[in-house]
């Protein structure tokens, strides 16, 4: 009897490329809540204007921020998608135990996080696009990408932390569901309960939203999100462990 | 050298005994039916097997080693059923190509061939096939991976007849071409009666009857005469099965193993005697009750 018996790496590997390949449709809901989002910011966030004799100024503000809140929500959605059972059980098909399965699905969150946040930062270059031909505006800040191009890595790679922490915390929410399905209602009961609760400067929904988006030193920041995503991570993976294949 | 070796085995789900304290020992390079009742515990043995699921107690090995969490057992074994939903996002092709990628003795030339004998289409989705159709795609997928154990779980539901006939050939074209350790899990005995070499019977979640399918046809017997005749001979010995027939004559199932003595007080007695297939012994072993259902209406 010729048995094969293959490495964990291997394994993990021949999964995150299947994933990259088999998870295509999660890409096109990307793209679908990106759009939707560069819609609604076309609004723009505001505008002044100044008046004199002949003259009138008026200058409208548009961001792209929606467009990273909704892609954060995107990754926090398709991580609670890798833990669904369908998702979960189809690594069963093929070689695989809990172990490599969690350790691919992350591999293939963090990818999905910088390819995300990539998307997300370059829509600013698509909206002036937009603007620029079919908005009634005479001038447009053109700022390309390649006239600060350190500024767009470094805004791609602290989004790409961004959507990682909410993937992990999608994940490990995931996870909890699929053990008991009573999260569905508690979790969300918790989260809403904890901001009417003794909210205000000193609550613990504002200080986890100051803790991760009020930190000014880089440094810093990429530590609090690296062992904040880690820590998730290996509770789910603990919780899974476990876990058992029903249809 | 034993693939499976299961010992005193227990699976409890929330409300019901699925296995309970299953034991038996499965060697190299044979193939096992397994055939029981529905909710006899067919599946929930297979998933502890294919390492789905684990056990609550007893001890349950392949390979030498636990199936649960365990990266070898899981890429020598391929475990094939109903409820297999591939990616929606790949079409049968690209399923192949990322099987061949995983399991390291695919054979591609085979499971082409196959996916063209059946005419699937390999530019189709999944998820677009139907029900007979996802059972033919799975069931290539299972023989084209070539696993040392090789599990199918009720492989044929949704075929038509055709299709399953070409199943079982194919299936004992490739053991012969390739021999490994096959589980056929089924409900219907006599479809897979010339294939299998073993024969494991289970009912309520444990084994019932674990025996080479050959010594299965003389295992019991029939027993036809007048009731009290037939009663008074099989003594207090276990009837399997019995079944009142007309003019007051009676059918009974009964273990053949009579010495010589009884059996010519029996011919002597008009005694008749018949076989019994081995699909109707299954069927009256895993019976609820003697009787059958003939005990509800009477």
């Known amino acids: ?247 | 050298m034993n693939v499976i070796e299961c010992k005193d085995v227990t699976k409890n789900y929330k409300r019901k005994k699925a296995l309970n304290s299953i034991s038996f020992q499965i060697e190299e390079n044979k193939i096992t039916g397994l055939v029981g009742r529905n909710g006899a515990g067919k599946t929930t043995l297979l998933k502890i097997i294919a390492g789905y699921m684990k056990e609550d107690s007893g001890e349950l090995q392949v390979f030498g080693e636990s199936p649960f969490n365990n990266l070898m057992a899981s890429a020598n074994t391929i475990f094939i059923h109903d409820q297999m939903e591939f990616s929606p996002a790949l079409n049968l092709k690209e399923i192949f190509e990322a099987a061949e990628n995983f399991y390291e003795k695919w054979d591609r030339e085979r499971s082409f061939r196959l996916l063209h004998y059946f005419s699937l289409d390999p530019k189709q989705y999944y998820k677009r096939l139907s029900k007979g159709m996802k059972s033919t795609f799975n069931m290539i997928f299972g023989l084209s991976a070539n696993c040392t154990l090789t599990i199918f779980d009720e492989p044929t539901t949704g075929m038509d007849a055709a299709v399953r006939k070409d199943f079982y050939r194919a299936l004992l074209k490739d053991y012969l071409d390739n021999p490994r350790t096959i589980i056929l899990s089924s409900h219907h005995l006599n479809e897979i009666e010339d294939l299998i070499e073993d024969l494991l019977l289970i009912k309520d979640g444990k084994e019932l009857l674990y025996m080479p399918i050959a010594d299965l046809k003389e295992w019991a017997i029939a027993v036809i005469g007048k009731s009290n005749v037939v009663n008074e001979w099989i003594g207090n010995k276990e009837m399997i099965h019995s079944k009142d027939m007309v003019q007051d004559q009676v059918y009974v199932v009964v273990r053949n193993d009579f010495s010589k003595v009884e059996l010519e007080k029996a011919y002597k007695a008009g005694i008749k005697f018949s076989p019994v297939s081995s699909t109707d012994l299954c069927v009256y072993l895993t019976s609820k009750t003697k009787g059958g259902i003939d005990d509800v209406f009477s």
Not at chain 1, 57 to 80: C, G, P, Q
């Open chain 1, 1 to 247: 009897m010729s048995l094969v018996n293959p490495s964990l790496i291997q394994i993990v590997k021949k999964q995150y490329v299947y994933k990259l390949r088999a998870y295509m449709d999660l890409y096109t809901r990307l793209v679908l809540s990106q759009i939707v989002a560069i819609l609604f910011s076309l609004n723009g966030l505001g505008m002044m204007g100044a008046r004199g004799g002949v003259f009138e100024v008026s200058v409208h503000f548009y961001s792209a921020d929606l467009v990273v809140i909704f892609s954060i929500l995107w990754a926090f959605i398709t991580a609670i998608l890798t833990t669904t059972k369908a998702i979960r059980n189809g690594d069963f098909l093929f070689v695989t135990n809990r172990v490599s399965s969690n350790l691919s699905n992350i591999l293939f969150l963090l990818t999905a996080s910088f390819i995300g946040a990539a998307t997300a930062m370059m829509s600013t270059y698509l909206m002036k696009v937009i603007i620029y031909y079919f908005m009634d505006h005479h001038y447009v800040d053109t700022q390309g990408p390649m006239e600060a191009p350190l500024e767009l890595l470094f805004g791609i790679f602290t989004t790409t932390l961004y959507l990682f922490l909410f993937c992990a915390l999608g994940y490990l929410i995931g996870v909890l569901v699929q053990l008991y399905k009573g999260f569905i209602f508690i979790l969300p009961a918790i989260f809403i309960g904890t901001i009417f609760l003794r909210e205000g400067n000193t609550g613990l929904v504002t200080s986890v939203f100051k803790f991760f988006f009020m930190e000014t030193s880089l440094p810093i920041f990429i530590t609090k999100v690296v062992i904040t995503s880690c820590l998730l991570f290996i509770c789910a993976m603990g919780l899974s462990n476990r876990m058992e294949v029903n249809q």
